[in-house]
């Protein structure tokens, strides 16, 4: 999600509030299908593709128009309303609920776009879905009206969904300095090269895009912001900690009753199990109440379309170093204490794949993200 994404509000907005249902709803709602989601894991890394019918699911339960602005049916919802839904649907699958952040989470990005580019994606159909490829790795050349890019553009997350991209790409400024711009894309000017063929996160179907020589208007032409800097991390860690709560909530479940092997005691009552388990149970829970008091600091800031400032900077990229460092180390703890059912494909399996391949994220990358904050830091003062 764009850091300086600004959710428009249309006189449309207080009508659609009345009729929409509340967030206590929309979270029963989205506990609902993450307990399909779950059902569907296995086939959702088998076909490296979350399901139509999950992704029906979440459009009939409403929340794909959380964030979509009011005045193209959404609903208009705030930054961490959505995150909380995203953490219950990863819960039950780690690529579920990456992929609503994106697909969902994009709405904002649209909507941060000129009304025409917005009328372009969603004025024949409201439920258009927009997948995205931030970096930029795309060459353009400003053309009459506009620009002409060209490249590759890798991890296009629910691309097989969507029916346009935001693709990041550079182009040089009147000066000859490279700028970084964000070009709103229809399907017909890429091609998906199927290529995903991953350890983990196997059902975001995160494919590599093409485009060759496609020209793009200017209204549908935006700068490319700084996508470490402000919430965009935190969107896709609000998964990140889903799916690691996820995966420990199932060897609780495992071990709970769980009678002790070679006559030995059960699991659960061994204090090897309890410390294990009480200390990843506190860490995933901290790294939950740190994200959402992130979202707070930063969602006031992003909607008023101000910069960032650097001290907000600086906390942000120490939580996501903190929050990514915090899931991966739990679930390993965890997964160390699975003994031989742990290695095959399960729940705490694919969660702990989910988390490290969500930890290998370049804006998510603990190591990354301390590196920042640490700079940051030193610079102060």
Known sequence: M??????????????????????????????????????????????????????????????????????????????????????????????????????????????????????????????????????????????????????????SSGTDHASWALLGGVVLDEKGAPARKLFLVPRSDYAIHDDWFVMGLAGTGSKTLEVAGAFVPEVRVVDLQDFFSGLAPHSLQSAMVGAARGGIDSFVESIRNSPGKFGGRPPAELELFQTVVGSAVGDVTYAWELLQKITCECEPIVLSGQAMPPEQILRNRSATSTISRLCLGALERVFELSGGQGIYNNRLSRALRDVRAAANHAALNATLAGKDAGLLALKRG
């Open 2 to 155: 764009s850091n300086n994404a600004v959710l428009n509000p249309s006189p449309k907005a207080s009508a659609t509030a009345a009729a929409a249902p509340s967030h206590a709803e929309l979270l029963e709602r989205a506990r609902r299908i993450s307990r399909k989601a779950e059902a569907r894991a296995e086939q959702t890394d088998r076909e490296r593709c979350i399901p139509r019918e999950t992704i029906a699911e979440l459009y009939d339960a409403d929340l794909m128009r959380l964030v979509q602005p009011p005045q193209w049916g959404g609903l208009g919802r705030s930054f961490h309303e959505l995150y909380e839904l995203v953490y219950e649907l990863a819960r039950g699958c780690g690529s579920t609920g990456w992929i609503y952040c994106v697909l969902a989470g994009h709405s904002v990005v649209v909507g941060t776009f000129p009304a025409e580019a917005q009328a372009a994606v969603w004025g024949d159909d409201r439920k258009a879905l927009v997948s995205s490829a931030f970096a930029p790795t795309l060459q353009a050349r400003k053309v009459d009206g506009g620009y002409e890019i060209s490249g590759k553009s890798p991890f």
